[in-house]
């Protein structure tokens, strides 16, 4: 099984304990952290997410911030998703 990458969860923590961060993001990026931990294809969870992150940041009501560390957390996990 692969393991998710430290950086990735450190994003991921950084996004779900954020009281900045709408509810709503909070619990999507919650889910996706459970996802990555739990799947036995990493690869096709890390597509997923870059999927669900990109629809969080087309909301204009998002905070430009939390935006950044969405655009981040994609860049990275872009990183898991070619390998």
Known sequence: MAKVPENVLEALNRIIFDDSVPRNVRKKASEIKERLLKTNKLALEAATAISVLEDISSDPNLPMHVR???????????KIAVE
Do not use: C, G, K, V
């Not at 950044?68 to 872009?78: A, C, K, P, R, Y």
């Open 68 to 78: 950044t560390m969405i655009w981040n957390l994609t860049s990275q996990l872009e």
